[in-house]
T-cell receptor, first 114, second 110 residues
Framework: DVKVTQSSRYLVKRTGEKVFLECVQD?????MFWYRQDPGLGLRLIYF???????EKGDIPEGYSVSREKKERFSLILESASTNQTSMYLC?????????????FGSGTQLSVL | GQNIDQPTEMTATEGAIVQINCTYQ??????LFWYQQHAGEAPTFLSY????GLEEKGRFSSFLSRSKGYSYLLLKELQMKDSASYLC???????????FGTGTRLTVIP
């Protein structure tokens, strides 16, 4: 089975801290995604990557950056955490082929910024 | 642009049948996914429809009408464990091609 692993299940950080959320997948998928999920707003795409060192902005990239130095790892970085970044963060991956393959999700990181 | 609508909340009785609707307007539509998400957990894949019609998978079925921009998820013989959010997601064209609705929170009551 495909496994997408997020390094932390729960995180508590202070305003202004730099925060790293790590995601690793073990199925050689080309595409990796970072979403945040908030009540009433659903899943919103922050950034995605379709290859090593490649990244594309999603719908809400402001306040975030990403890094993909290796194919299996996709990191989300909050340069200076703010309280409005308190959310559930979900990492996902999928292969490029077949084109209709489902997304495989990690178990999520609940981030609280105080 | 992308627009996906589904009801926010639904309640149904254990043992009953419930239908969760999803309407969409997207560019370059390729197919539609349904995911289940229990509280505090990651979404898990339920179904994928690319052709018009009904796809049945045990107690769960999913229907698609491409001409009407409409899909539904049908859950039969409801069980308490079916209480969860159900996410509709449309696949469009391009590298970032999956767009999610806000989800329908289903509560199953005894």
């Amino acid at each position: 089975d495909v496994k997408v692993t997020q390094s932390s299940r729960y995180l508590v950080k202070r305003t202004g801290e730099k925060v790293f959320l790590e995601c690793v997948q073990d199925m050689d998928h080309e595409n990796m995604f970072w979403y945040r999920q908030d009540p009433g707003l659903g899943l919103r795409l922050i950034y995605f990557s379709y290859d090593v060192k490649m990244k594309e902005k999603g719908d809400i990239p402001e306040g975030y950056s990403v890094s993909r130095e290796k194919k299996e790892r996709f990191s989300l970085i909050l340069e200076s955490a703010s309280t409005n970044q308190t959310s559930m963060y979900l990492c996902a991956s999928r292969p490029t082929e077949p084109t209709n393959e489902k997304l495989f999700f990690g178990s999520g990181t609940q981030l609280s910024v105080l | 642009g992308q627009n996906i609508d589904q009801p926010t909340e639904m309640t149904a009785t254990e043992g009953a049948i419930v239908q969760i609707n999803c309407t969409y307007q997207t560019s370059g539509f390729n197919g539609l996914f349904w995911y289940q998400q229990h509280a505090g957990e990651a979404p898990t894949f339920l179904s994928y429809n690319v052709l018009d019609g009904l796809e049945e998978k045990g107690r769960f079925s999913s229907f698609l009408s491409r001409s009407k921009g409409y899909s539904y998820l049908l859950l039969k013989e409801l069980q308490m464990k079916d209480s969860a959010s159900y996410l509709c997601a449309c696949e469009g064209s391009g590298a970032n091609n999956l767009f999610f609705g806000t989800g329908t929170r289903l509560t199953v009551i005894p």
